[in-house]
């Protein structure tokens, strides 16, 4: 029997209690007497198997999300795992749930109250279980240093300040509000949108000085010329329930005023009035004969300054002016009209601007399209003594249908200004040049900034005297590509051209303009004219980029030509890939010429000057530039195959030269340059460059050295370190560690 087995002998009941170690078969055998010598036995087998999780006492490893324990049996099951529990988060600092995050969902974000409006700045947060002395649980305040800006602060209407802090300054009104409604019965007082007047003239004339008019949408058809010689404000864009102006929506309200088969000015301005929301069309002024009012097609404005916003110019016309006409008499008032955010479209006039015409007056235009305007002489606009503000607008597909008329006319003469400024504005596929600047004060200062000029036909810009003073514009950070000039007309170039005035062009890019006097042309005994920090990329025309004529006097500065190409169709005797002087000895200082061609043709090139041609009595002085792969030749003039004895070459690096220049005499170098990167047009320069501290400081002044290069590095560094610093040749001054770089241009 196993062990720990009993039998109770007068019952014959087996009692065995198994341990652990006797799992498995055991057998029996029981016996029994009946005491006169009789037994009996039975044998059998006992099965022990296990019921239950574990052995009482037994212990194994467990762990939770918040660190290790021990399981212990009890009873065969085992029991809770005694290592550390996931709790409920609480904000204490410590990770109750262990889920690796302290606090989340329990803290409590606060935001800075400088102003103490309890009113909190989002931008300045923190984070924790309490809130801290200077925070606040809001985080809608607009301006935390003012206490008088948050949610809760009253608007104060047309200060410019969001007082409220809900995005937009209240729309408060000048004075009374008068409504129209084109749809409301005769005989409205005005004084409600149910009592409206059906005819904005007869606002107008109800209206004082100071009071607004709102205009629901629909169409107004004018019969006679509307006078506006009171301060009135008038705006469209009304659906005709509004009770603040902020309501409006004017670009989905359209209000229209239409000319019809009135044959008139739409409106004549007198005052400092307001013109904003509507949409002004088919007003014709001029034509017919009998006509008093021939300027301005829509609008004509004298001696005032009236604010115009909003507005939809289209299909008007007038013998001056097709849209505006601005015109200022009086020497004693400033007459500035302000004009933004307006679209000018299909207008045209037979004189003067096809859009606006200026007289002795000049507007500010901002934020402007100009598009699909005509005239005979100045498709969008005309300035006579006029010096207006034109910024971030677009000139797109006008038409001059004179043969050589511009987009923009400015004129002056010796008693009367004209100095526009033009600045981040776009000139995009006009019929006509799109700025022209005719003879005006010797003080004046045309400006034209940040502008870009594309695909111009004839001309992008053109500045003359006739018979005038002369003007001097500054034009600056520019970009003018793919412009075309007149092939055979008069000294034309495709980007700018100068004709007997003096010029400032710094910044510019100048590619793929095509025409047969260069991207810039420069004329008739012009004066200084200054190019510095330029570059001509892929220009082609009779000169390639850059024609110079009859004397002018040119300073090029810190420029790079490449790629540029003479187009030999134009003249048999073309020559100049980059510059074609003729008459002209301009000086160019610290330049890069490379890879300029003469054209390919009929099997050879025509040998006239790969970079530089000089024709006549041209005697260029060139000092600290580089001339390489230009093709066939660097510089030549008249004399075939010798490079022109009238060019003071100096402290330059020329890849083919003639050796009667005496060319190390003149601290010239016959070397390849060593550029980063020529085939993605990157013309900085590497350390071992023979370009490098090879220059001179030494040249005339004015103009002077060059402060800095084309990328606005100081100009005279110690590049090969040799303790004395010089500057190097062409457009580039090497700068340790950084020419190694990208290109300058894309490829």
């Known amino acids: 029997a196993p062990a720990g087995m009993s039998i109770e002998a007068a019952s014959g009941l087996i009692d065995w209690a198994p341990a652990a170690d006797q799992l498995g078969s055991h057998p029996v055998v029981v016996q029994v007497s009946d005491g006169r010598g009789g037994t009996d036995q039975q044998a059998f087998a006992l099965e022990v198997v296990f019921v239950g999780e574990c052995i009482d006492g037994q212990t194994r490893p467990c762990s939770t999300a918040c660190g290790e324990g021990q399981e212990i049996c009890v009873n065969r099951t085992w029991q809770t795992c005694n290592a550390p529990q996931p709790a409920e988060e609480v904000c204490d600092g410590a990770d109750n749930d262990c889920d690796g995050e302290i606090d989340e969902g329990v803290s409590l974000t606060f935001y800075a109250d400088s102003d103490g409006d309890t009113f909190g700045d989002p931008e300045v947060s923190g984070s924790g279980c309490s809130i801290p002395e200077g925070f606040v649980a809001d985080d809608q305040d607009c301006d935390d240093s003012d206490g008088g800006i948050n949610p809760a602060a009253e608007e104060i209407a047309d200060n410019g300040i969001d007082e409220d802090c809900d995005g937009v300054d209240l729309i408060g009104q000048y004075g009374e509000a008068w409504f129209v409604d084109a749809d409301a019965p005769p005989g409205g007082d005005g004084l409600s949108w149910g009592t409206a007047f059906d005819k904005i003239e007869s606002a107008i004339i109800s209206a004082t000085e100071g009071d607004e008019i709102w205009v629901k949408s629909g169409t107004y058809h004018h019969t006679n010329t509307v006078f506006i010689d009171k301060i009135v404000h008038l705006y469209g864009g009304f659906a005709g329930f509004e009770t603040n102006r902020d309501q409006r929506d004017w670009e989905n309200n359209v209000t229209i005023i239409n000319g019809g088969s009135f044959k008139g000015v739409g409106f004549r301005i007198t005052t400092d009035a307001t013109l904003n929301g509507f949409t002004i069309s088919k007003f014709w002024s001029g034509l017919p004969c009998g006509i008093i009012e021939r300027h301005g097609g829509a609008i004509m404005i004298e001696n005032a300054s009236p604010t115009i916003s909003h507005c939809t110019f289209t299909e008007n016309r007038g013998l001056y002016a097709g849209a505006i006409y601005n015109e200022n008499t009086s020497p004693e008032i400033d007459a500035s009209p302000s004009i933004s955010d307006c679209i000018f479209e299909n207008n045209g006039s037979l004189q003067g601007g096809g859009a606006i015409y200026n007289r002795h007056c000049s507007p500010t235009i901002s934020g402007c399209r100009f598009s699909g305007n005509t005239s005979l002489q100045a498709a969008v606009m005309e300035n006579f003594h006029s010096s207006p503000i034109i910024s971030s607008c677009t000139f797109l597909g006008n038409h001059s249908f004179s043969p050589n008329g511009p987009i923009i006319l400015n004129m002056g003469d010796s008693s009367g200004d004209s100095s526009p400024s033009v600045s981040h504005t776009d000139f995009i596929g006009n019929a006509g040049l799109a700025i022209q600047i005719i003879g005006t004060a010797p003080e004046s200062a045309p400006l034209i900034n940040d502008c870009s000029f594309t695909g111009n036909n004839p001309q992008a810009v053109r500045i003359e005297r006739v018979g005038y003073s002369m003007p001097s514009p500054i034009i600056s950070n520019s970009r003018f590509y793919a412009n075309h000039g007149k092939k055979y007309f008069g000294d034309w170039g495709s980007s700018i051209s100068v004709e007997a005035a003096t010029a400032r062009i710094a910044g510019c890019l100048f590619e793929r303009n095509h025409s047969y006097w ?27 980029a850059f024609v110079i004529q009859n004397g002018s006097e040119v300073n090029i500065l810190n420029s790079l030509f490449t790629g540029n190409i003479v187009n030999c169709a134009y003249n048999r005797t073309c020559g100049g890939g980059a510059i074609y002087n003729a008459a002209s000895s301009p000086l160019i200082i610290n330049s890069t010429f490379a890879g300029n061609r003469t054209q390919y043709r009929l099997g050879e090139y025509v040998l006239n000057g790969g970079a530089i041609n000089n024709n006549s009595t041209s005697t260029p ?108 040749m062409g457009a580039y001054e090497y700068v340790a560690g950084t020419n190694e770089g990208p290109p300058a241009l894309p490829p």
Do not use: C
């Open 518 to 544: 260069g991207a810039v042309n420069i004329s008739h005994n012009s004066s200084v004219v200054d190019i510095r920090d330029s570059v001509f990329r892929d220009n082609v025309s009779f000169g390639g």
């Open 621 to 728: 002085a060139i000092i600290n530039s580089i001339f390489w792969d230009n093709g066939p030749k660097d510089i030549w003039d008249d004399a075939p195959w010798v490079m022109s004895p009238s060019a003071a070459v100096t402290n330059s690096l020329i890849g083919f030269y003639d050796p009667s220049l005496e060319i190390e005499a003149n601290h010239n170098v016959e070397a390849d340059p060593n550029f980063v990167d020529m085939a993605r047009d990157n013309y900085r320069l590497f350390p071992d460059s023979p370009a490098v501290d090879a220059g001179t400081a030494t040249v005339p002044d004015p103009p002077g050295l060059p402060t800095a290069d084309l990328d606005g590095n100081s100009r005279i560094l110690d590049g090969d370190e040799n303790g004395e610093a010089l500057p190097d």
